[in-house]
Structures are given as structure tokens and as C-alpha cells.
């Protein structure tokens, strides 16, 4: 039974940074493709960022060079780094994972089986 449960949101100002994190259970992390979405109110979710199984990230044109993505294995962590926090990244974030691909892209994410119940990121 798969369960991905994310933590580490919350409300910032714009410039700000925060690191999400998602704990895996009954899943390998960096066994397969895993990845961050998400949604804001009144909007369609959008996929962030995604790493393949070998490490090889894949980010949205909108948070390129702001957020970063890793994995840690003992720990069975995947995590968002974001930096350079601007309002347009307020929104509910989801952390995904699918136990049947090990390459995906970043665009891909929304449609992973699993996913976790969201942590919430304000910027103002």
C-alpha cells in the first residue's frame, strides 16, 4: 500500500523560501519517477517538477532555476527546495509518485497514481 504524505508548507513572503517535503511508505523512493504538482483555486492542476528513477530532474519554464528537486534515499524523502518564492506560486502542493514509470517529465505528474492529501503554500 502505497502512502505519500507531504509537509513543509506554509505562508511566506514574496523572496521567500520553503522546503517541502514528501515520506513514502511502501514505495522505494527514486525507484521510479516521482514529482511535485500543483493547484491553485479556480485553476487546472499544473506539474512542477518530476525526477526519473536515474536522478535526471524536469522542471516547469516557471519554476526553473527558482525550485529544486531531490530525493533522499535512506530517508525515503522527496523534496521541494523553493526559493525565490513570487505570489503566482500560491497554491495547494501535491507530491506524486508511480510505481510503473521510471521516466517521466514534469508535465506528466498530474497524472501519476498516487498522491499525497497536499500541503499549502501561500506567498504574498
Known amino acids: 500500500?502505497?502512502?505519500?504524505?507531504?509537509?513543509?508548507?506554509?505562508s511566506v513572503q514574496a523572496g521567500?523560501?520553503?522546503?517541502?517535503?514528501?515520506?513514502a511508505s511502501g514505495y522505494r523512493v527514486s525507484s521510479t519517477a516521482m514529482g511535485w504538482f500543483r493547484q491553485a483555486p479556480g485553476k487546472e492542476r499544473e506539474g512542477v517538477a518530476s525526477i526519473d528513477?536515474?536522478?535526471?530532474?524536469?522542471?516547469?519554464?516557471?519554476?526553473?532555476?527558482?525550485f529544486t528537486i531531490s530525493t533522499d534515499k535512506f530517508k525515503n524523502?522527496?523534496?521541494l527546495q523553493m526559493?525565490?518564492?513570487i505570489p503566482e506560486d500560491t497554491g495547494m502542493y501535491y507530491c506524486a509518485a508511480d510505481p510503473r514509470i521510471e521516466f517521466s517529465d514534469?508535465?506528466?505528474?498530474?497524472?501519476?497514481?498516487?498522491?499525497g492529501q497536499g500541503t499549502q503554500v501561500t506567498v504574498s
Open 83 to 85: 526559493n525565490c518564492l
Open 106 to 115: 514534469y508535465e506528466e505528474i498530474t497524472d501519476f497514481g498516487y498522491r
Open 53 to 66: 528513477s536515474d536522478g535526471t530532474p524536469s522542471y516547469a519554464r516557471s519554476v526553473k532555476g527558482r
Open 16 to 23: 521567500g523560501s520553503l522546503r517541502l517535503s514528501c515520506a
Open 77 to 79: 524523502i522527496l523534496y
Open 1 to 10: 500500500h502505497v502512502q505519500l504524505v507531504e509537509s513543509g508548507g506554509g
